[in-house]
């Protein structure tokens, strides 16, 4: 028997973790298990790649131009065909869509019975100045019966969610996801490549701390979302200001608020007439990021209804969001019905 002072930590990899929570259900096949494993995989190569960027000749821009109408980083397009690689021969998934692709992947020898949406690498705008950047995954039950996966399979509303989560590429790189078995942390160890369970049970603290928005932006905001903002910053007297932190990768900006307690929006704005709803895509990026702030006890809206509620109607619908701490998103919910006649 080890003396307590030299008992080992427990360490619980994320393949312990994802297996301990599976096997709570009978039916469970490991196929789900054996799906996140996967992705933890293509994390652990996107990462090992991305904090070597400045140095592999990975920086920069491709010729490309996507769907979103943005040039794609090379960095983008290898975290793409990564996560794209390592899913479409598994058996495990009828169709996978991308933020990168135009159009679903279906998958056609073997085709399983998940499906895969992701964000192969969010705050590409970052990428060349060393800024933390992520991975966003959903991952559905398809509905269609059988054969290669279809658009159908790939628009469900968040409230289908078989599972989400994100990689944060950071100062160390980190997978959160939830199965709805509350939203778990690890982080990547290097020297061993795995995964380690650093922060189980994550619930969103109380009482807030941080605003996220790029306020340079407000003159093309609703009168509800300005005053929204200003509420936040203490000026209509309502409530203690809280602090702006902003890096403009949503997943960095998501997960601060999700540890030390705060709010991200990124509202309609009226800049871009193409981008009416702002600027994230429901799919990918709000319905994942969603599911996750639900389960830390948070709560997320396009600032009239919950996320989770709005079924796609195409691939990469764009929508305002306002995620994190409850009853700030439930105040901007607020702020929007009282001053914005025109609904979002
Ligand atoms: P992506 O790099 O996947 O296109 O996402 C970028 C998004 C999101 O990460 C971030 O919150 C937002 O763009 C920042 O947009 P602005 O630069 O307009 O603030
Ligand atoms: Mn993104
Ligand atoms: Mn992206």
Not at 143 to 160: F, M, V
Not at 203 to 215: A, K, T
Request: aromatic share 10%; hydrophobic share 35%.
């Amino acid at each position: 028997m080890l003396p307590k002072s030299e008992d080992p930590i427990k360490i619980i990899t994320i393949e312990r973790h994802i297996l301990e929570e599976q096997l709570q259900f009978p039916d469970a096949t490991g196929v789900l298990t054996q799906l996140l494993y996967d992705i933890a995989l293509a994390g652990k190569v996107i990462s090992s790649r991305t904090s070597r960027a400045g140095l592999a000749e990975i920086l920069g821009r491709t010729e490309e131009v996507n769907i979103q109408g943005e040039v794609v980083q090379k960095l983008d397009r290898f975290a793409d065909l990564t996560i794209y690689r390592l899913n479409d021969h598994t058996g495990r998934l009828a169709v996978m869509a991308s933020e990168e692709n135009e159009h679903p992947m279906p998958i056609s020898n073997s085709p399983g019975k998940y499906v895969l949406l992701y964000d192969p690498l969010d705050g590409s705008s970052n990428i060349d100045y060393n800024i933390p950047i992520g991975t966003i995954f959903s991952i559905y039950r398809r509905r269609t019966e059988s054969g290669p996966g279809t658009l159908e399979d790939c628009l469900q509303p968040g409230r289908n969610l078989v599972a989400a989560g994100y990689i944060l590429y950071g100062s160390s790189t980190m997978l959160v996801y939830t199965t709805g078995q509350g939203v778990h942390g690890f982080t990547l160890d290097p020297s061993v490549g795995e995964f380690l369970l650093s922060h189980p049970n994550i619930r969103i603290p109380e009482p807030p701390v941080y605003f996220s928005v790029n306020l340079g932006y407000r003159m093309f905001w609703s009168e509800g979302v300005k005053r929204y903002t200003d509420h936040l910053q203490g000026l209509d007297g309502g409530m203690k200001a809280l602090s702006l932190r902003y890096v403009g990768s949503l997943v960095a900006d998501f997960h601060r608020n999700l540890l030390a307690g705060g709010v991200f929006y990124y509202p309609a704005d009226f800049k871009d007439p193409k981008k009416p709803q702002g600027k994230l895509r429901l799919a990918y990026e709000a319905a994942p990021l969603a599911f996750i702030a639900e389960q830390a006890n948070g709560y997320a809206s396009d600032g009239v209804r919950n996320i989770l509620d709005i079924t796609p109607t195409s691939l990469h619908q764009r929508t305002p969001l306002f995620i994190g701490t409850r009853s700030l998103v439930e105040k901007a919910e607020a702020f929007i019905r009282e001053y914005d006649s025109v609904r979002v």
